[in-house]
Structure formats: C-alpha cells, structure tokens
C-alpha cells in the first residue's frame, strides 16, 4: 500500500470525515482526493478538493484515478425531503461513481453500507442498501469490501436525536448482554478498520464485514 492514493466519496459525513483524518495521517497514503459539493475547512499537503455538482458526475471521471475508493456517500430521508432524492444520493450518485472508479482502473472499493442490508428487505433503506451492494459487487474491481455497520456513534454536532435515542436503548440491553453483535460502534473505529482491510485483506473479489466481523 506504500504511495497509494486514496479517493474519498462523502468525505464531509460522519464516517467521510473520520476516513480522510486517518488517511491523511497514514504514511502509506501518498495522495488524499475528496470529492465534495463544497471545499471543507481541512488542508493538508497530502489532500486534493475537487468540489463538483453530483448532478453531472460524468464531468469529473478524468479526477476518479487512484488506488482505492472509500464510499461513505449517504443522507436521512429527513434531510433528503423524499425517497427519491434519498435513492438519487445513497444509490444513484455512489453506484455511478463506483462504475466510473472501476473503468479508470481503481482497484479496490470500499463501501459504507448498512447493518440489515439486503435487496429483498420490505422496508425501503435496507432494500436500497442491499440493492447497491450487489450492483457493486458486478463491477470490475479487483477487490471490494462491503462494511455493514451497527449503529454508529457519530461526532456529537452530527448525532440525529433518534440516533441519540437508540444509541440509550441499546447501551442498556448491551449491558444485560442483549444485542451485544449490534452494539453501536463509533465512526472513528469504522475507519480504523476500513483503512485496516485495505492494507491488510488481500481477498480477491467481493468481502462482506457484518457487525460480528467488524467487532472481531
């Protein structure tokens, strides 16, 4: 992994921004491209900004080169509006982004999906998570890992107040040993770990980490 070049797709979420801090520092890491709406606080010699506009990705495929891609593109159907706008960022926009990334020669992929993903799931988001995971799954990466966390603990000005919420009902059945595969997991230790896989699990094609392996 010496000298690689990391892209980072939703660098400015939760999970993005714990992802670009540990690259940043990560001396395999040589270069640091984010792709953003708009340019962040952050700078870094190692970091390049490219501020596009999602609705003509096919613009910027000449910028998607490097050697891997971390996706941890994603809303809330409160802050989308309506499912479709929640689908057009959490599918359409990283599942286009993903084709480009492996047609210029990315080797690996790296997803931020979802605990509960599956395409067959009744319920609209693990449906739309599940959906995206098995369309990446077909695209020419030389390997792709597919993280489906827990709850996540988030920076504090990012938690939701149903994050915060769940994230109280679970640390009291956590601690009567109940769901302790669906503890909540901080982003902080999710990068760690994805950062993790892509130097150390050399497994050709597709790896899903469900709560269990992430923890293990």
């Given amino acids: 992994m010496k000298n690689s070049h990391a892209l980072v797709l939703g660098a400015t979420g939760a999970s993005g921004q714990e992802l670009v801090k540990q690259l940043l520092s990560d001396d395999d890491f040589s270069h640091v491209s984010i792709f953003v709406r708009k340019k962040p606080a952050i700078q870094h010699k190692k970091l390049i900004v490219h501020e596009i506009d999602f609705s003509r990705l096919s613009d910027y495929k000449g910028a998607i080169v490097g050697g891997v891609l971390f996706s941890a593109l994603g809303t809330t159907l409160k802050d989308a509006g309506n499912k479709a706008q929640q689908y057009l960022v959490d ?10 990334a492996s047609e210029n020669g990315v080797s690996h992929y790296s997803l931020v999906s979802s605990a509960g993903s599956n395409k067959n799931a009744p319920f609209f988001y ?10 990446v799954k077909k695209l020419r990466f030389e390997r792709i890992h597919i993280f489906q966390p ?12 149903g994050e915060k919420r769940a994230l109280k009902i679970l640390n009291v059945l956590n601690r009567f040993g109940l769901l302790n595969s669906q503890r909540p997991l901080s982003v902080s230790d999710l990068a760690e770990k994805m950062v993790d896989a892509v130097k150390t699990d050399k497994t050709v094609g597709a790896k899903v980490y469900k709560p269990k392996d992430i923890f293990s």
């Avoid at 827990?150 to 107040?161: G, T």
């Fill in 91 to 100: 599918y359409a926009y990283q599942l286009e982004f993903a084709k480009m």
């Fill in 126 to 135: 693990p449906k739309m998570k599940g959906a995206l995971e098995e369309e």
């Fill in 150 to 161: 827990p709850l996540l603990i988030r920076q504090p000005d990012l938690m939701r107040s």
